[in-house]
């Protein structure tokens, strides 16, 4: 078992023709996630790579395909258009990977995205990898490797690195999930959490957090009460001026709260054990383990 | 991006909220011409994207058009928290009965607009919500419905007893939320709403931040940005399409990706070092980014030490090693550079590096601790 993908994944692509969709398509199809369909307006009836069919709508992909989760490559200005259109269509995984969207767009499609039982991953997110299973999304295949620590994070690159760290040292991961870095995301720390507790093959996990709003404090009151496998927390934006948007719209320490020390300090009281660097991911897990 | 009042005073008075009159200077003689077609008092108010302008004496009562002029003169150009004033608003100045406030934000925690109202208005909302919560009302409202009249009339109750008041801020609220969704809004905030002594309601003063990622589908709105008010750095790094904040420190950094640029920044500072600058060279590896991102960095004399962080996953190692060796090939490079390159087309890109005399490291302490031990040996 992983969490939220698996091997019984099937995937439709939104952009699947477009720069960003078409390279990535390839990428997860060649780590052998099942991509069984793809949506580009107008491009209906073609092949992608001689293989994957093509519709005009998510609503057709899934009728002809079967498709159970869908993952989005598409501009940022069709993006929540995208979200709306793959759970009108039934899909029950969202995964957005598209930076960008306008927050207050972002209002509208959450409440329509529960109300039809779908989940959302992102946006503006990595996406999530089960090491040797499946990959939905831009996480590099070749830095992992199966295993049972389960990864969370609000950031992209600063969750290869940790990754890259765990599994160098022999740590595999069960699943790798990048949350996203934007004020209004589908699915919080605490989604992943649950599941990882839940999750029999799952033993640890690491949670990648940074400044900016409270998910992180909520998150370790939840850990403290209802997770009972060992968390190592890292915040990033330690040296974050106050007020100034660090690259993620969601990373901003808004007048004094959402900073790293707030969140580092929600942390250790919960009982997870604090990264003063990335580097410590490592033996802060062979302490716990 | 944040819009000066003046502008967020236009949009209130688009949307049907009603503002008192007040028009915008750039000159002394310009502020007094407005001042003499208002006639009476004025005030004088600088237009800088910073807080606490009536502290820093940017905020002044003229009661003549000359003496309108002459707070001009002296306002404009004046620095507020490193910003220079260019504009100012001429106001009449208004007689007052009370002061509430009245803001729309989006709550991360609901997902959802929240309107704020409160009494006690005129000063610092952070300040009212430390002090005296109980004084701060909030509703979220479901965007799928917007403001309904009733919700707006118990928070128009929160504010005046009077229900023709009541209701005036209540009609207020609903143009303000209208306004949000209509220009892409990610803070609108009246501060403070007035009463005046004959019982009207009129929003005083207003500020409204807009979503940057709304400003590609508002041209209109993003017409608005004021790029005399923003540092020049972060004017050139938003054309070349990456994302840099300037900072205090001496060490320069050039990462892919937001997080691990905040963690490099934090490696820094935890080996004793301090950095110059946050810089997402961002997804893609385009070299040309690259050569902005060095040129950008380096005209920040402070810098004594250029570090780049990059962990390819989009972004490729060639791609970046190139950007350094064309950069190089352009302009010199007066201070040394500290390389850390690993993940995808790592061998390519420190070939290449290697080629043109730049040793690439693939540990990221050890990068940042050698960056802090070249600053501390040029210190002693």
Partial sequence: MSVFIDNATRLVVQGITGRDGSFHAKQMMEYGTQVVAGVTPGKGGQRFENAVPVFNTVAEAVAATKANTAVIYVPAAVAASAIFEAADA????????????????????????????????????????????????????????????????????????????????????STCIGIGGDPLIGTNFIDCLAAFQADAETDAIVMIGEIGGIDEQQAAEFAKREVKKPIVGFIAGQTAPPGRRMGHAGAIISGSSGTAAEKMAAFEKAGISVMKRPADVVPLLQERM | MNLHEYQAREILRRYGIPVPPGEVASTPAEARAIAERFGGKVVVKAQVHAGGRGKAGGVKLAKTAAEAETHAKAILGMAIKGLTVQKVLIAPAAEIASESYVGIIVDRASQRPVLMVSPAGGIDIEEVAAKTPEKIHRRAVDPRYGLLSHQAMMLGFALYKDVKQARAAADIMQKLYAAVYGVGASLAEINPLVTTPDGAVQALDAKIAIDDNELERRPDIAALRDVSSEAPEEVAAREAGLTFIKLEGTVGCCVNGAGLAMATMDLVKYYGGDPANFLDIGGSSNPQKVVSALRIITSDPRVKVILFNIFGGITRGDDVANGIVQATREFTLKVPIIIRLTGTNEQLGVEILRKAGFPALTDMDEAVKQAVALLKGKAA
Wanted: hydrophobic share 35%.
């Fill in chain 1, 90 to 173: 039934g899909i029950g995984l969202v995964i957005c990977i598209t930076e960008g969207i306008p927050v207050l767009d972002m209002t509208r499609v959450l409440p329509f995205v529960r109300e039809r039982g779908a989940r959302l991953i992102g946006p503006n997110c990595p996406g999530l990898i089960s090491p040797a299973k499946s990959k939905v999304g831009i996480i590099p295949g070749n830095i992992c490797k199966p295993g049972n620590v389960g990864v969370v994070s609000r950031s992209g690159t600063l969750t290869y690195e940790i990754i890259h760290q765990l599994s160098t040292h022999g740590l595999g991961q």
